[in-house]
Structures are given as structure tokens and as C-alpha cells.
């Protein structure tokens, strides 16, 4: 069985820091992977996601993410944080054909 | 850019009631999808509809819940007796091909409180 572990439920950075987002996934097959960020009272975005090839992926807003499978990891980063960034941020796996599991998730403060 | 539209965002409902929460899926997607949220826990899984039938469901789907696709554009999750503990974000998601590729498009949710 599929599981995520975020590790970390609440992240706080200085505007312009490094932003790094951790998550750790469990699968028994090649995992499709995936990081959305839900702002408040919004719904969720998908911001950039792993299936196969290259294991360093990009997504919006200049947020990346790299696969290591050796780790099980897929940690979520951005080089510099902007308060826009404020948001809970879901690490998610494919749990076969049908269905993501989600991690709890990890709400980033960004302060100025 | 192609949304999936939840109706409504906010709802109220007494303990015991009917609710009926609706989506309009993007026109091409073939897969839909029901996830709930309670506050401040992960997004679970609930169920998933391909082909006028459910693919797969989660334990949390019992017999209260039921899905639907009475037309060519809407999804609707039905709750046939409400319980406090079904008070969540309701997120209606859809996909083209199926999750494994392409992730899905989540609709911005209904939030359901039962009092």
C-alpha cells in the first residue's frame, strides 16, 4: 500500500529564504508523485508532479521538486520565498489507478 | 483554463437531512473523483467513477453516499443522512485519461457543516 509522510505540519521562513517542503512516500511500484498547494478557503493546485523520466521536476509560481528514489523522498523547494507562498502544501502519491494518497500536509508562514 | 465548478461553496444542513453537493466536471474528462477534508486533517479519498459506474471507493464511502451522473456535465455526491462527523471540504476532482499521468483538477470544494 501507498503512504506519504510530511514531515513537519508547520514551516516558518523569512521573505527570501529558502523554502524546503519535506515529503517521504512509500509504494511497492514506480509512484507517480505530486505536491499541491490549497490557500485558504480555496481549493487545490496542482503545483508539479513526477510520472517518469526526468527526476528533477519544475512547476508553477518556482517551485521544484526533485525524486530520489534511493531516499523515497520528493521534497518540495523554492530558492527564494515570497509572502504570496503563504499556503498548506500537500504531498501526494498515486495509490494505483484511481486514487492519490495524501500526505497531512505542511502549512508555510512565510515573515517578513 | 478548463475549471471543475463546485456548486454550492458553503453549506448548512440539520443532522439527519438529505444533502446533494454538485460538480461540473471539464467537458472532456472521462474519470471523476470525490475527496473530503475535516478540518485540519489530510484530504481522503472517497470515491472514484468511470463509465456511469464506481471504479473504486474508500471505507469512508458507506451506504449514506452515493454518486451520480445524471447528465452529460454534472457529478453529483449525495448524503442521505447527515451526521455531525460529515461536516468537511467536499472536493469534486476529474481527470482525462485517469490520475496515474496527468494528476487531476480539483474544484475549489463545498464545505458541508451539519449542525
Not at chain 1, 517551485?63 to 515570497?82: D, G, I, N, Q, R
Not at chain 2, 473504486?56 to 449525495?78: A, C, H
Request: charge should be negative; charged fraction near 15%; aromatic fraction near 14%.
Amino acid at each position: 500500500a501507498q503512504s506519504v509522510t510530511q514531515l513537519g505540519s508547520h514551516v516558518s521562513v523569512s521573505e527570501g529564504a529558502l523554502v524546503l517542503l519535506r515529503c517521504n512516500y512509500s509504494s511497492s511500484v514506480p509512484p507517480y508523485l505530486f505536491w499541491y498547494v490549497q490557500y485558504p478557503n480555496q481549493g487545490l493546485q496542482l503545483l508539479l508532479k513526477y510520472t517518469t523520466g526526468a527526476t528533477l521536476v519544475k512547476g508553477i509560481n518556482g517551485f521544484e521538486a526533485e525524486f530520489k528514489k534511493s531516499e523515497t523522498s520528493f521534497h518540495l523547494t523554492k530558492p527564494s520565498a515570497h509572502m504570496s507562498d503563504a499556503a498548506e502544501y500537500f504531498c501526494a502519491v498515486s495509490g494505483g489507478y484511481n486514487k492519490l494518497i495524501f500526505g497531512a500536509g505542511t502549512r508555510l508562514a512565510v515573515h517578513p | 483554463e478548463p475549471e471543475v465548478t463546485q456548486t454550492p461553496s458553503h453549506q448548512v444542513t440539520q443532522m439527519g437531512q438529505e444533502v446533494i453537493l454538485r460538480c461540473v466536471p471539464i467537458s472532456n474528462h472521462l474519470y471523476f473523483y470525490w475527496y473530503r477534508q475535516i478540518l485540519g486533517q489530510k484530504v481522503e479519498f472517497l470515491v472514484s467513477f468511470y463509465n456511469n459506474e464506481i471504479s473504486e471507493k474508500s471505507e469512508i464511502f458507506d451506504d449514506q453516499f452515493s454518486v451520480e451522473r445524471p447528465d452529460g456535465s454534472n457529478f453529483t455526491l449525495k448524503i442521505r443522512s447527515t451526521k455531525l462527523e460529515d461536516s468537511a471540504m467536499y472536493f469534486c476532482a476529474s481527470s482525462e485519461y485517469g490520475m496515474g499521468n496527468y494528476g487531476y483538477t480539483f474544484g475549489s470544494g463545498t464545505r458541508l457543516t451539519v449542525v
